[in-house]
């Protein structure tokens, strides 16, 4: 079916795709008008430098009336897709947390600063939103959270992520927080291997899960399931469980931010099935968008097959997370003084 004329007045569907390269082509063109799609996912191939990435944000968002939500994962340190041509170098989360232990108040200022220059930098190239902050818990066995971490401690966590989340909502970015209810006790990585995590309940929740808990949806506009199997609570990862994500989330802890799932080209997405299988199975347990990363012949797939009826609550949250604001273009950015002193206090708390 070609949705180029029906794509244009659709609200935002649940599926959020990538692009190959970094321009659209025309097949990638049609895909964005699917009413399933509601938003598209940058990575490190999208990116020349910020010209290009600019027309290519500007690109996407003219493909529909409603414009589709651009999103990518930088959260700094190790994970930070666009680290050229003026970008700022955003250190791993874990030099807050090792900062808090000499001066909390300086770790929590800094924090702020660092999520505004993370977001603004963002913003004036198009992108929307950024899929930060780790909440996870540096219990130091998993490698793939590492220094992505804040702490071991959910208190401090909680703190230096509220910081950082305030400094994004000042550049008019909203947040989002990763991997609920937490990936840091199991070694295994959910990219290439099915994680368990063999703790009960009532540990996870009172150590892993409580900065969700204490942050809350006004403060943590969305978050992101894990892809892990906490077998003594259900034998279904947490992005596809209905008891984590409508039981803990919606109903005891009362949340009501959009619910994004990690990508479902993941190994640990593959307990579900197919990718349609995986798609059913986590916007049946209450996701509000489901990723395919990095595999357009299962994303075409995906839509090809894929029918399921958004609701209105899931399409107002995800509306909730495009920034009111019209951002400032670069060089705006570059001569704004609020931009200038972020930056100025970042480098000298962290040269380089």
């Known amino acids: 079916m070609n949705h180029k004329q029906t794509g244009l007045s659709l609200p935002p569907g649940p599926v959020m795709v990538d692009v190959e390269g970094t321009s659209l082509t025309a097949h990638e063109r049609e895909r964005l008008?699917?009413?399933?799609?509601?938003?598209?996912?940058?990575?490190?191939?999208?990116?020349?430098?910020?010209?290009?990435?600019?027309?290519?944000?500007?690109?996407?968002?003219?493909?529909?009336?409603?414009?589709?939500?651009?999103?990518?994962?930088?959260?700094?340190?190790?994970?930070?897709?666009?680290?050229?041509?003026?970008?700022?170098?955003i250190p791993a989360m874990r030099v807050f947390g090792e900062l808090w232990s000499e001066d909390s108040l300086?770790?929590?200022?800094?924090?702020?600063?660092?999520?505004?220059?993370?977001?603004?930098?963002?913003?004036?190239?198009?992108?929307?939103?950024?899929?930060?902050p780790v909440?996870?818990?540096?219990?130091?066995?998993?490698?793939?959270?590492?220094?992505?971490?804040?702490?071991?401690?959910?208190?401090?966590?909680?703190?230096?992520a509220r910081a950082l989340i305030q400094g994004l909502?000042?550049?008019?970015?909203?947040?989002?927080?990763?991997?609920?209810?937490?990936?840091?006790?199991?070694?295994?990585?959910?990219?290439?291997?099915?994680?368990?995590?063999?703790?009960?309940f009532e540990d996870i929740m009172q150590e892993d899960a409580a900065p969700y808990g204490w942050l809350g949806d006004m403060v943590l506009p969305s978050v992101m399931p894990a892809h892990v199997i906490y077998n003594k609570v259900d034998s279904?990862?947490?992005?596809?469980?209905?008891?984590?994500?409508q039981q803990v989330?919606?109903?005891?802890?009362?949340y009501d931010g959009v619910v994004f799932s990690d990508d479902l080209t993941m190994e640990g997405a593959t307990v579900a099935g197919d990718i349609l299988a995986r798609a059913q199975a986590a916007l049946g347990?209450?996701?509000?968008?489901?990723?395919?990363?990095?595999?357009?012949?299962?994303?075409?797939?995906l839509l090809a097959r894929l029918d399921f009826p958004h609701s209105e609550a899931s399409v107002q949250r995800i509306r909730r997370l495009m920034p009111r604001t019209v951002a400032p273009d670069w060089d705006a950015l570059q001569a704004d003084e609020r931009y200038q002193y972020a930056r100025r206090l970042q480098s000298q708390i962290i040269p380089g």
């Not at 818990?137 to 230096?160: T, W, Y």
């Open 33 to 89: 008008h699917h009413p399933m799609v509601g938003g598209v996912i940058l990575f490190a191939r999208n990116f020349e430098d910020r010209g290009q990435l600019a027309q290519l944000c500007r690109a996407i968002h003219a493909e529909r009336a409603e414009p589709l939500l651009i999103a990518v994962d930088h959260e700094g340190g190790r994970v930070q897709r666009f680290r050229s041509d003026g970008f700022t170098s």
């Open 106 to 132: 300086a770790a929590m200022r800094l924090a702020t600063e660092t999520g505004y220059v993370l977001g603004a930098e963002l913003r004036s190239c198009g992108v929307d939103l950024s899929f930060t």
């Open 135 to 160: 909440l996870d818990l540096d219990h130091g066995v998993s490698q793939v959270i590492g220094n992505r971490a804040f702490h071991r401690d959910a208190r401090v966590v909680a703190l230096l």
């Open 169 to 200: 909502a000042l550049s008019g970015m909203a947040a989002c927080g990763k991997h609920f209810p937490g990936h840091g006790a199991v070694e295994a990585d959910s990219h290439h291997a099915i994680p368990v995590d063999e703790r009960s």
């Open 236 to 245: 279904q990862p947490a992005g596809f469980s209905r008891h984590w994500i």
């Open 249 to 254: 989330l919606r109903q005891d802890l009362a």
């Open 285 to 301: 347990a209450g996701c509000d968008m489901v990723l395919v990363c990095n595999r357009p012949d299962l994303a075409d797939d």
